[in-house]
């Protein structure tokens, strides 16, 4: 590793696949944390077969008229992203950013026919998240550092409620810049506070060391952090491996070692899918705690030696090992339990893959190298040539992506049969009631909710972004209602 390249994302909704990128930020810094270039600051434009979810603009204050008038497409934002993270030894960093930022920045990637996962292991690079870092800090060595409660009394991890406490200077939180110079001032803190911590996690966050700690061999037990296991446990938890996940090689499951694990070895196969998978208003049965949960080596876990736990830490945390290894001697005398929490995780045969070729980043396999070689090539065409590309793809997604690729980005060198068939696209993704996306009704009822609750007390500043999205969307729906298609 040569840099960080610390970034933050502002989007337009809180689903990465669905919802689009506005803001986007990154500061390059040596392995010493301090800046060594300058920031990167871009807005994407909101094409016109997308709209903003209400709630997102308020909490960034960022509007389609904002990033329309100050941004560029799609293509162009993430190819600028793209090649910062490309650069040889860099090691993408942000807060919370393994669930969602490397998210948007996977289905960017895919929708703009970039390999979505190279820039996170090619060239010596690699990822981070500071999260659980920070929540293994708090968990176990917390000296040195203030750690703000919520309303319940437990540690919260909001960055801006963290760099609050600790008078780290993070006075626009959800601007993307502001969030990413808070983030290095976070990362050096936590490094001079504990950097025994520190160093271990950054050390230890590659999936072949964990993997190393999680193996079926020894089967011991681990010290493994995730929110998951809630802030009253201080995200915490003593758990051993039981087995690899049956459809994905980068998942462990773990089971949860302060849990008695008589249901797990009881229940059948269907009843422990039920507990672990069917809503608590559905269920068929009493509800009953069967703690598996799984780990994925390649989203940089924090797992830890169970020797890390001092004594005093053990008393604080409420965590007994002697109960632990006790459970772990039950867990390894059931015969046949690695095939039966296989079984428990099997994808079951009715199970439906989504059909909208943007969401199926995950479910529609790898590229061939033959489209591969096509998807680049298509990258450094001219916009009037990318329609010798259609049908020239062995994957069936590709051609509807590049087809909305045009049609968002390009839409002036689309011919008139063409132009139908992205009309009647936008139609369906902003008219229909079953629509994948955010419709103009469900908008338009989100405003009107926004507007009229009291649980959100409106400032003039807010009541004015939901202003402009109303003349957006009208804008839109006007657009949509007097095509001449």
Same mark, same amino acid.
């Given at each position: 590793?040569?840099?960080?390249?610390?970034?933050?994302?502002?989007? =337009?909704?809180?689903?990465?696949?669905?919802?689009?990128?506005?803001?986007?930020?990154?500061?390059?810094?040596?392995?010493?944390?301090?800046?060594?270039?300058?920031?990167?600051?871009?807005?994407?434009?909101?094409?016109?077969?997308?709209?903003?979810?209400?709630?997102?603009?308020?909490? /960034?204050?960022?509007?389609?008229?904002?990033?329309?008038?100050?941004?560029?497409?799609?293509?162009?934002?993430?190819?600028?992203?793209?090649?910062? =993270?490309?650069?040889?030894?860099?090691?993408?960093?942000?807060?919370?950013?393994?669930?969602?930022?490397?998210?948007?920045?996977?289905?960017?990637?895919?929708?703009?026919?970039?390999?979505?996962?190279?820039?996170?292991?090619?060239?010596?690079?690699?990822?981070?998240?500071?999260?659980?870092?920070?929540?293994?800090?708090?968990?176990?060595?917390?000296?040195?550092?203030?750690?703000?409660?919520?309303?319940?009394?437990?540690?919260?991890?909001?960055?801006?409620?963290?760099?609050?406490?600790?008078?780290?200077?993070?006075?626009?939180?959800?601007?993307?810049?502001?969030?990413?110079?808070?983030?290095?001032?976070?990362?050096?803190?936590?490094?001079?506070?504990?950097?025994?911590?520190?160093?271990?996690?950054?050390?230890?966050?590659?999936?072949?060391?964990?993997?190393?700690?999680?193996?079926?061999?020894?089967?011991?037990?681990?010290?493994?952090?995730?929110?998951?296991?809630?802030?009253?446990?201080?995200?915490?938890?003593?758990?051993?491996?039981?087995?690899?996940?049956?459809?994905?090689?980068?998942?462990?499951?773990?089971?949860?070692?302060?849990?008695?694990?008589?249901?797990?070895?009881?229940?059948?196969?269907?009843?422990?899918?039920?507990?672990?998978? /069917?809503?608590?208003?559905?269920?068929?049965?009493?509800?009953?705690?069967?703690?598996?949960?799984?780990?994925?080596?390649?989203?940089?876990?924090?797992?830890?030696?169970?020797?890390?736990?001092?004594?005093?830490?053990?008393?604080?945390?409420?965590?007994?090992?002697?109960?632990?290894?006790?459970?772990?001697?039950?867990?390894?005398?059931?015969?046949?339990?690695?095939?039966?929490?296989?079984?428990?995780?099997?994808?079951?045969?009715?199970?439906?893959?989504?059909?909208?070729?943007?969401?199926?980043?995950?479910?529609?396999?790898?590229?061939?190298?033959?489209?591969?070689?096509?998807?680049?090539?298509?990258?450094?065409?001219?916009?009037?040539?990318?329609?010798?590309?259609?049908?020239?793809?062995?994957?069936?997604?590709?051609?509807?992506?590049?087809?909305?690729?045009?049609?968002?980005?390009?839409?002036?060198?689309?011919?008139?049969?063409?132009?139908?068939?992205?009309?009647?696209?936008?139609?369906?993704?902003?008219?229909?009631?079953?629509?994948?996306?955010?419709?103009?009704?469900?908008?338009?009822?989100?405003?009107?909710?926004?507007?009229?609750?009291?649980?959100?007390?409106?400032?003039?500043?807010?009541?004015?972004?939901?202003?402009?999205?109303?003349?957006?969307?009208?804008?839109?729906?006007?657009?949509?209602?007097?095509?001449?298609?």
């Amino acid at each position: 590793m040569r840099s960080f390249y610390f970034f933050d994302y502002e989007t =337009f909704g809180t689903d990465p696949a669905m919802d689009w990128p506005a803001q986007f930020a990154g500061i390059r810094t040596d392995e010493h944390l301090n800046e060594i270039a300058e920031p990167l600051n871009i807005y994407c434009r909101l094409p016109d077969d997308h709209l903003p979810h209400p709630e997102a603009c308020l909490v /960034t204050g960022l509007t389609p008229q904002k990033v329309n008038e100050q941004g560029v497409t799609e293509p162009e934002f993430i190819s600028q992203i793209h090649r910062e =993270f490309m650069m040889p030894g860099t090691c993408a960093t942000g807060y919370n950013s393994i669930r969602f930022d490397d998210e948007v920045t996977r289905h960017s990637l895919y929708r703009n026919f970039y390999d979505p996962y190279a820039r996170e292991y090619k060239n010596g690079n690699s990822r981070w998240d500071l999260i659980d870092l920070t929540r293994l800090t708090e968990a176990l060595r917390p000296e040195g550092i203030c750690w703000p409660v919520n309303e319940e009394g437990h540690p919260t991890f909001r960055l801006e409620k963290l760099t609050s406490a600790n008078g780290i200077d993070h006075e626009e939180a959800h601007d993307a810049v502001s969030d990413v110079r808070a983030t290095i001032a976070w990362a050096r803190l936590l490094r001079e506070k504990q950097p025994k911590v520190y160093y271990f996690v950054l050390k230890n966050r590659g999936k072949h060391q964990v993997a190393s700690l999680l193996n079926f061999t020894e089967q011991a037990m681990v010290v493994h952090v995730s929110g998951m296991y809630g802030a009253a446990r201080h995200n915490i938890a003593v758990v051993m491996p039981l087995a690899s996940h049956p459809d994905n090689k980068n998942a462990i499951i773990v089971y949860d070692l302060s849990v008695d694990p008589e249901s797990l070895l009881s229940l059948s196969v269907e009843r422990i899918r039920e507990q672990l998978f /069917t809503p608590t208003e559905e269920k068929k049965t009493e509800s009953v705690s069967i703690p598996l949960k799984n780990v994925h080596i390649n989203k940089c876990p924090v797992v830890a030696p169970v020797n890390v736990l001092r004594d005093r830490d053990q008393k604080r945390l409420k965590i007994d090992l002697s109960v632990c290894a006790r459970h772990r001697e039950q867990l390894l005398a059931s015969r046949d339990l690695y095939k039966k929490v296989q079984a428990v995780f099997s994808r079951p045969e009715d199970w439906k893959k989504h059909d909208d070729p943007e969401l199926m980043l995950y479910s529609g396999g790898f590229f061939s190298p033959q489209d591969r070689i096509t998807m680049n090539q298509l990258i450094s065409s001219a916009p009037e040539q990318l329609k010798s590309f259609q049908g020239k793809f062995h994957d069936d997604r590709l051609d509807e992506l590049l087809f909305r690729y045009r049609g968002r980005h390009y839409s002036q060198f689309l011919d008139k049969q063409e132009e139908i068939r992205w009309h009647q696209h936008k139609v369906r993704c902003l008219l229909s009631s079953d629509s994948y996306q955010l419709s103009i009704a469900a908008c338009r009822r989100s405003i009107a909710e926004l507007n009229n609750s009291a649980h959100f007390d409106l400032q003039n500043k807010e009541k004015e972004v939901l202003d402009e999205i109303t003349t957006y969307i009208d804008n839109v729906e006007q657009s949509l209602n007097g095509s001449n298609v």
